[in-house]
Structures are given as C-alpha cells and as structure tokens.
C-alpha cells in the first residue's frame, strides 16, 4: 500500500505562508501525478492542485490560482504546494495522493493522516 506523509501545517494569519509537503514511503513519487486535496470542518474534501508526470503539467481550483505553486523534487521524493496570501476559507486538513493519468481522480487512493493548515488572526 502507498504511503503518504504530509507536514508542514500550522496556524498562521491571514496573508501568510506555510509551504507543505508530500512524502512518501516504499515507492517513487516521480511515477505518478500527485494531487493535493483539503477537508474542512463539514465540508467534503476537495481538489486544491494536482502536478501530472508528462511535462509537469500542473492544475489549480479556481479558488487558489495565483495564490499556491505545486511543484516536485524528485531527489527527494516530495511534492510540495506553497501557499501564499493565505486565507481563513483556506484552514482545513491538507492531504496528498496518487492520482490517475491526466490528473483524474483515483477511486482507489490511499490516504494519509494529513496536516492541519488553520489560518486565523
């Protein structure tokens, strides 16, 4: 089973950063697209931005484009989505994954235990 570890969350103002990052344990990165999603309170997980394999095509929800860059180092076997200009609609666990060719979404993703991004004054 593909393993995942995020980190990097934490509690930071309205206008800050915080850079979050994917690792994962017992296989490469590199072969995969990699999305990153987040769930708040009540609410459904959703898509934030995924980074595909082919020409490191990347995509963004509406709502964070121009804000979050997601990007891959594959010495390292990480993915990472900086965040910038941060807002309180962004707080929520953060989780990454596989996803399927072109970015779809996997029905059969493995999920970790996520990092908790709270964006508050």
């Known amino acids: 089973q593909l393993q995942f570890a995020e980190s990097g969350g934490g509690l930071v103002q309205p206008g800050g950063s915080l850079t979050l990052s994917c690792a994962a344990t017992?296989?490469?990165?590199?072969?995969?697209?990699i999305g990153w999603f987040r769930q708040a309170p009540g609410k459904e997980r959703e898509e934030v931005s995924c980074?595909?394999?082919?020409?490191?095509?990347?995509t963004y929800a509406d709502s964070v484009k121009g804000r979050f860059t997601i990007s891959r180092d594959n010495h390292k076997n990480t993915v990472y989505l900086q965040m910038n200009s941060l807002k309180p609609e962004d707080s929520g666990v953060y989780y990454c994954?596989?996803?399927?060719?072109?970015?779809?979404?996997?029905?059969?993703?493995?999920w970790g235990q996520g990092t908790q991004v709270t964006v508050s004054s």
């Open positions: 994954t596989t996803m399927l060719y072109d970015c779809q979404i996997d029905p059969a993703a493995s």
């Open positions: 017992g296989f490469k990165l590199e072969l995969y697209p």
């Open positions: 980074i595909d394999t082919i020409e490191l095509n990347t």
